[in-house]
Nanobody, 119 residues
């Protein structure tokens, strides 16, 4: 069973930057697509970004394109989300997730890290 642990959240002013990290356990980290999602109270969890297992393809939600960058270090078993030009509407709990190969679903999740952007 994989464990995912996010870090790097915090409070930042609008226009600022934060870098989130996700540390994963497990020997087969390099064979999985990884992603970031976010959730605010009263709303469903929404997709932010995904990177394929070999870093060959990257996908972003429209609302973060040009501002956020996802990356993956298979040797370190880490996933990162660099967030620039942050907006108050980016305030949310950010979750790291692993996409299961067989089902295509995101079956493993971290506990989340809070990002708060003040105006």
């Amino acid at each position: 069973q994989v464990q995912l642990v996010e870090s790097g959240g915090g409070l930042v002013q609008a226009g600022g930057s934060l870098s989130l990290s996700c540390a994963a356990s497990g020997r087969t980290f390099g064979t999985y697509d990884m992603a970031w999602f976010r959730q605010t109270p009263g709303k469903e969890r929404e997709f932010v970004a995904r990177i394929t297992w070999n870093r060959g393809s990257i996908y972003y939600a429209d609302f973060v394109k040009g501002r956020f960058t996802i990356s993956k270090d298979n040797a370190k078993k880490m996933v990162y989300l660099q967030m620039n030009s942050l907006k108050p509407e980016d305030t949310a709990i950010y979750y790291c997730a692993r996409r299961e190969t067989m089902s295509g679903n995101f079956g493993s999740w971290g506990q989340g890290t809070q990002v708060t952007v003040s105006s």
